[in-house]
C-alpha cells in the first residue's frame, strides 16, 4: 500500500536563485510543485545521488559559502 502524501513538516529555508531555479525546473519537469519535488528527493536521497559527486560537490560549495553570503 503507498504511502499517504500528507505534510507534516513546514520549515523555511534559505536558496540560492541558482538552486531555486533548478528546483522548479525538476518539479516542473517532475510534473510536481516544489514542495513534492523536495520531498522526492530527500525520501530518495541516497539513490538519486552519486557519494563520490556529492562529496567533492559539498566541499566546493563550502569553500565558497562565505563569499557567497556577502
Known amino acids: 500500500m503507498p504511502k499517504r502524501f500528507r505534510l507534516t513538516r ?3 529555508v534559505s536558496m540560492t536563485e541558482d538552486g531555486y531555479r533548478r528546483l ?3 518539479a516542473q519537469d517532475a510534473g510536481l510543485d516544489e514542495g513534492e519535488a523536495l520531498s522526492f528527493l530527500f525520501e530518495n536521497f541516497d ?3 552519486n557519494h563520490d559527486n ?3 560537490r ?3 560549495f563550502n569553500a565558497e559559502l562565505e563569499d557567497r553570503k556577502r
Do not use: A, G, Q
Request: proline share 7%.
Open 24 to 26: 522548479r525546473r525538476f
Open 10 to 12: 513546514r520549515f523555511p
Open 47 to 49: 539513490s538519486v545521488t
Open 58 to 60: 559539498m566541499r566546493i
Open 54 to 56: 556529492l562529496t567533492h
